[in-house]
């Protein structure tokens, strides 16, 4: 299909190459422009299906300035870029582009990276409607169902959450002159934990005098939607000195005003406050737009006539705790990152979508794949497991499809695959770029077809199995060179989720040490006596390549080698992890001795699967040869650690 391309860079040799890749491939390139200003306007005239920015332009404006006016009317782009700095790179990931092209350009490079972001740019067009349809059918049955404001604007907390992510939302009705402001709202304290906090709390928090509502009348504004960004400062409106103060107490960075006018000429305001800068943007008042019919029903419901909040109105709690059953119990940390990510979750998890989660090892994708299919309408059915990356090569067909008696030798008798197994519920293939490209065709198929067929069969069997797929690796750079079948790619990555590594989100290190502290202590019988101050500032120097799991470790080792009676302290050096032979001597406690014995077990359970050169089932696999299932070897490598690679690269023949 020929697409439209609008060039963005100052280069002319550049541009001019890019020019020639793009036509010879038969795509049109509508125009090139060096600056934003130039852009802005060709993106009006031509109205591109993409956009290739430069990140650095002429003028006083970056391509990273009209990407984000690009963004905001739904115009796709991928980045041009040099040598930029880290900043530079980070502040241009904020505006998620669809990809990143590095100069200088290789021809496929160029024209994978058109297709991806075209084909994600697609999908999140019809994401996004189906989303919208469903908040929209969910509005409507809280306009029905609700019967107070306090419990409303809690369920709408919920609702709105992914869509306008807030830290603290409040809803006032406007009062009429010498008439008294109510307003209240609900303030995050969790992933989906909110506390409710009423107009005496807020006016105590604002350091107010309780009158202060009666003397300022204008606390709500009235008119249309507004945005007010602390590094953007509007001219005309400042927050008002009750917002200015919760700005403070909250360390609030934006906030969103969206009135809704009710029948009895009264305006309700809804207040979206959130701590991360920029946080809200015209696409956000575009959609509560859009939502506007819902949410003026909802309102009047909840703000006009007997559900009306009034001054003397205190909070019930309600008789469903408010931290509902949030499919996230495990997880733990509130960083912006990973919220941003459990927030794509709880879109996603509802639809049959295939999900792709992307992220370094260890940093949790295998929970997040639990968390989607617990939030999901399978979670009745089964939630299977598979590791690409351990299943030996040769039985990676029949692990995943099942196999017919006699299929091949040691096939004693008929056995159900993975799939068919995980039939009415949800498949998980971990590290799914460890597939070769055979089995990626027979992937491709079960994801179209919806069908499996049997290694050694003839016949064929349907199965409903929602798949979610996790990676380490880059499929985009294994696409160019080869390894993935960009068609499969295309498949699995209609809803990609990115986990942020441990290293980026280091405010969650307390909370997450304390977590593994604590089931650590309670697993060895230990009491917990806190973590020394010099090991949380060791943690936090640490740059974490192997993330929650490599946390994890070095929190289960402080607690093996902790007395039981003082602070756990870091038992090794954190940039040099090899515990030396004198330490391991110093293991005298039954627990030193199991540590001990953790590593000798995972040495010897590789020197087997050597020996069984990488067949962990079947005559002489390693199952047999340690005497134990195949299934309880798998959660023993799972634990362990243990991948192909720690005894693929010896048997080389695998
Ligand atoms: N947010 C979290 N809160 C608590 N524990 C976590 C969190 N994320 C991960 N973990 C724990 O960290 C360890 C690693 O997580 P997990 O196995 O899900 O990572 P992964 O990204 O799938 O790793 P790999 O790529 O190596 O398969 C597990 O023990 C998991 O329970």
């Not at 009158?211 to 939607?225: I, K, M, Q, W």
């Not at 941003?340 to 090892?361: D, F, K, M, W």
């Not at 059915?381 to 017919?404: D, M």
């Not at 293939?429 to 077809?449: A, F, H, W, Y």
Request: a neutral charge.
């Amino acid at each position: 299909m020929s697409t439209k391309v609008l060039i963005v860079e100052d280069e002319f040799v550049v541009a001019n190459g890019l020019r020639l890749v793009l036509k010879q491939a038969g795509h049109t390139v509508c125009g090139i422009a060096t600056s934003a200003e130039e852009a802005e306007y060709a993106a009006e005239k031509y109205k591109p299906d993409i956009v290739l920015v430069d990140i650095r332009l002429n003028g006083k404006r970056s391509g990273i300035d009209l990407a984000r006016k690009l963004k905001a009317t739904d115009v796709a782009f991928v980045y041009l870029s040099a040598n930029s700095s880290q900043k530079v790179l980070e502040e241009a990931k904020e505006t998620q582009p669809y990809g990143f092209l590095v100069k200088p350009f290789r021809e496929k490079d160029v024209l994978v990276a058109l297709d991806i972001a075209l084909y994600r740019h697609q999908h999140n067009i019809e994401t996004k409607l189906r989303q919208e349809q469903f908040l929209k059918n969910q509005l409507a049955d809280i306009s029905v169902e609700v019967k107070d404001a306090v419990q409303g604007v809690l369920k709408l907390t919920r609702l709105l959450q992914p869509h306008i992510p807030n830290d603290l939302i409040v809803s006032g009705r406007r009062p009429a002159p010498g008439e008294i402001c109510t307003g209240f709202g609900y303030i995050r304290t969790g992933t989906d934990e909110y506390e409710p906090i009423g107009n005496d709390e807020l006016t105590k928090i604002a350091g107010l005098t309780p009158n202060f509502f009666f003397e300022n009348e204008n606390l709500s504004p009235e008119g249309d939607a507004f945005i007010y960004n602390s590094d953007s400062p509007h001219k005309n409106k400042q927050p008002n000195e009750l917002h200015r103060r919760l700005f403070d107490h909250f360390k609030i960075e934006s906030n969103l005003i969206f009135p809704v006018a009710l029948n009895n000429g009264n305006l309700v305001n809804y207040f979206f406050y959130s701590r991360r800068r920029g946080a809200y943007t015209i696409e956000h008042i575009a959609l509560l737009n859009r939502l506007k019919i819902h949410l003026k029903e909802i309102t009047e419901r909840l703000f006009s006539g007997r559900t009306m909040l009034h001054q003397n109105d205190q909070y019930q709690p309600e008789t469903e705790p408010v931290t509902a059953n949030s499919g996230f119990e495990n997880i733990i940390g509130t960083h912006r990152l990973l919220l941003a990510a459990l927030e794509l979750v709880r879109q996603v998890a509802p639809y049959n979508t295939s999900v792709l989660i992307l992220g370094e090892s260890g940093t949790g994708k295998e929970r997040i794949a639990e968390s989607i299919h617990l939030l999901s309408g399978r979670n009745k059915g089964p939630f299977i497991k598979v590791n690409c990356a351990t299943i030996p090569l040769s039985l990676v067909e029949s692990e995943l499809f099942g196999h017919e008696k006699g299929a091949f030798t040691g096939a004693t008798e008929k056995r159900m695959g993975k799939f068919e197994r995980a039939d009415g519920g949800t498949i998980f293939l971990d590290e799914i770029g460890e597939l070769s490209t055979d089995m990626q065709v027979k992937l491709l198929r079960v994801l179209q077809e919806k069908e499996i067929d049997y290694v050694g069969g003839t016949v064929t069997k349907k199965v409903d199995v929602r798949i979610v797929a996790a990676t380490n690796r880059n499929l985009e750079k294994e696409i160019a060179a080869g390894n993935f079948r960009l068609d499969l790619y295309y498949r699995l990555n209609i809803f990609p989720i990115t986990l942020p590594p441990l290293r980026e989100r280091k405010s969650d290190i307390p909370a997450l040490s304390l977590y593994f502290a604590n089931k650590f202590c309670r697993e060895f019988n230990k009491e917990f006596k806190g973590i020394a101050e010099s090991m949380l500032a060791e943690m936090f120097a640490y740059n974490w390549p192997g993330n929650i799991r490599e946390l994890e470790n070095v929190l289960e080792r402080a607690v093996i080698l902790n007395d039981g009676k003082s602070e756990l302290t870091l038992k090794q050096n954190l940039n040099d992890k090899v515990i030396e032979a004198t330490q391991l001597a110093r293991l005298t406690t039954y627990e030193d001795v199991k540590f001990a014995q953790q590593e000798a077990e995972r040495e010897y359970i590789i020197s087997i699967l050597k020996k069984s050169e990488g067949r962990i089932r079947g005559t002489n696999g390693a199952a047999e040869l340690l005497d134990i299932k195949p299934t309880t070897l798998e959660s023993k490598m799972a634990r362990l650690g243990i991948k192909r690679d720690d005894y693929l690269s010896q048997t080389g023949h695998l």
